[in-house]
């Protein structure tokens, strides 16, 4: 396992490209995913990583999905990653999960702020020992999901989304279809 550390200091952003091709393909899985692309795969993201312990992105700058509709990177994506930190940092213009976890544990997100996301906002997939707080999310579609899908190959007891805490966090919604929720997807749960 590898640790990693992303900073992006006050008054920074970390702009994604505008070309698909300057991002990772569609990892090949070893297994038929029953979910969609956005749900399953991980490597098509601007910060990505998978099998990482003590994950630190913190700002106080921002990330900039740089896309104008829905379709595109993830700004980021981890996957199977423990103790995990998201802090202070603003993400805009996501054409994705804006924060895509999946089977992460011990994963603390706070102060962050989520500007016209096209898509989720917080999506911690099949994970355990989730806190966020203190967070604004503003999104086309759900707020903040906590779910358990298929997309780890097997299904994941929706109880093994164990200790998740939400606290102090806003989500708008405006004209938008979903302003938060819990469970959504629960495929294979028991």
Not at 11 to 26: C, H, M, V
Not at 159 to 168: A, I, P
Request: aromatic share 8%.
């Amino acid at each position: 396992m590898k640790f990693a550390c992303v900073l992006i200091a006050a008054g920074a952003t970390l702009i994604a490209s505008p070309e698909q091709g300057d991002f990772d393909n569609y990892e090949e899985l070893p297994f038929k995913p029953v979910d969609d692309h956005e749900t399953t795969y991980f490597r098509y993201a601007l910060l990505a990583g998978e099998g990482l312990h003590d994950v630190s992105i913190r700002g106080p700058g921002a990330i900039d999905g740089n896309r104008g509709k829905r379709g595109g990177p993830k700004p980021i994506a981890l996957k199977r990653s423990e103790r995990v930190s998201v802090r202070e940092v603003t993400i805009r213009n996501s054409p994705n999960y804006a924060i895509s976890l999946l089977g992460c544990d011990d994963v603390d997100i706070d102060g962050v702020r989520i500007l016209n996301s096209y898509c989720d906002g917080i999506d911690p997939d099949c994970s355990r020992f989730v806190r966020i707080s203190n967070c604004y999310v503003d999104s086309w579609d759900y707020a903040i999901v906590l779910k358990t899908s298929q997309a780890l190959g097997e299904p994941r007891r929706f109880q093994e989304h164990r200790r998740g805490e939400l606290r102090d966090a806003e989500a708008r919604d405006g004209t938008r279809a979903h302003p938060s929720s819990c469970g959504w997807a629960t495929a294979g749960a028991a």
